[in-house]
Each structure stands twice: as structure tokens, then as C-alpha cells.
């Protein structure tokens, strides 16, 4: 399984991005599928998680009511859509796969991880 996030940028405080992360294949190893984000000071944080052809959707406090996850099963492609954004979004933000039924908050539960895509929000 190979994973490729991609999207990220530079916005202002307030503005919107769209991340995508785009997963070779489908198997067992990506059952869910979960975005993360790290900075250099802070240990990986859960941001969003989801199941393919659900309506499974599992978000991180600091995020949630303003990001939001989706899938493309025909296209096997995992969308982050982030609103109102603010200087603390600013990170590297990570797509990872988990075996598990349902997506969870934990980063040692995925298995396969993109490369990240680095969000810079300006104050």
C-alpha cells in the first residue's frame, strides 16, 4: 500500500485548503483511513478518520466544526477539507491506513503512512 498526501500550502488565518491523499490500493491494510498532523514541537495529533463507503466519521476536538472528511471509493482517494483555518493548524499533515473497523485516534493503530504535506497558516 502506497499513500500520497498532497494539497498543502500557504493561507492566510480564516482561509480554506483541501487535502488529498491518494492510496494505491484497497485491501485489509486500509479499512480505515486517518489524517494526522505533526510539528517539530508536538507529537502526532489525530485530526480526521473515516471508513471507506460509510458514514463513519471520527474528528479531533481542535478540528472538529471546521474540517471536514471524505472518501472517493471509484478513485481511492481521502479528502481533508479545512475551513477557517488559524496559525495552530500549522503542521505537516500525514494520511495513514489502519486494518481497523472503525478509524481511531491513536497513530500506532495505522499501519501505512504518506509522505505529508506541509500547512502553513499566516497569522
Known amino acids: 500500500v502506497q499513500l500520497q498526501a498532497s494539497g498543502g500550502g500557504l493561507v492566510q488565518t480564516g482561509g480554506s485548503l483541501t487535502l488529498s491523499c491518494a492510496a494505491s490500493?484497497?485491501?485489509?491494510?486500509?479499512?480505515?483511513m486517518g489524517w494526522f498532523r505533526q510539528t517539530p514541537a508536538t507529537e502526532r495529533e489525530f485530526v480526521a478518520g473515516t471508513k471507506w463507503s460509510s458514514n463513519v466519521f471520527v474528528y479531533g476536538n481542535s478540528v472538529r466544526g471546521r474540517f471536514t472528511v471524505s472518501t472517493d471509493n471509484a478513485k481511492n482517494m481521502v479528502y481533508l477539507q479545512m475551513n477557517s483555518l488559524k496559525p495552530e493548524d500549522t503542521a505537516i499533515y500525514y494520511c495513514?491506513?489502519?486494518?481497523?473497523?472503525?478509524?481511531?485516534?491513536?497513530?500506532?493503530?495505522?499501519?501505512?503512512w504518506g509522505q505529508g504535506t506541509q500547512v502553513t497558516v499566516s497569522s
Open positions: 490500493i484497497r485491501t485489509s491494510s486500509t479499512e480505515s
Open positions: 495513514a491506513s489502519s486494518r481497523l473497523n472503525i478509524p481511531t485516534t491513536s497513530p500506532s493503530d495505522y499501519e501505512y
